[in-house]
């Protein structure tokens, strides 16, 4: 039994439709025109449709944003920083011989 958690996919990438791979309804190819969507962005966190000019949908997604970032932050800097306590723990136990 494996310990894999989360749905089970094929393994494929899935790709993003096509015009050749639309579905089809009753032998009509489905398609929408690029001018019949309004000029809009995705919320960074959540992915909802928002206005051009604003990062995230509201406040509440705005502060998940910064906490997951200043999270990233700080495990991006982890190595760094354990690192270095190696190196001065290495100098100190040198230095007492």
Same mark, same amino acid.
């Given at each position: 039994?494996?310990?894999?958690?989360?749905?089970?996919?094929?393994?494929?990438?899935?790709?993003?439709?096509?015009?050749?791979?639309?579905?089809?309804?009753?032998?009509?190819?489905?398609?929408?025109?690029?001018?019949?969507?309004? +000029?809009?962005?995705? !919320? @960074?966190? !959540?992915?909802?449709?928002?206005? +051009?000019?604003?990062?995230? !949908? &509201?406040? %509440? !997604? %705005?502060?998940?944003?910064?906490?997951?970032?200043?999270?990233?932050?700080?495990?991006?800097?982890?190595?760094?920083?354990?690192?270095?306590?190696?190196?001065?723990?290495?100098?100190? @136990?040198?230095? &007492?011989?």
């Amino acid at each position: 039994m494996s310990s894999r958690k989360g749905p089970r996919t094929s393994g494929r990438k899935k790709r993003p439709l096509s015009a050749s791979r639309a579905p089809s309804v009753e032998g009509q190819e489905m398609s929408v025109e690029l001018s019949d969507i309004p +000029p809009h962005k995705h !919320c @960074l966190n !959540c992915g909802v449709s928002i206005p +051009p000019d604003r990062d995230t !949908c &509201s406040d %509440k !997604c %705005k502060t998940e944003w910064d906490r997951m970032l200043s999270r990233k932050k700080f495990w991006n800097y982890l190595p760094l920083i354990g690192a270095a306590f190696l190196a001065l723990l290495w100098l100190i @136990l040198m230095m &007492s011989g």
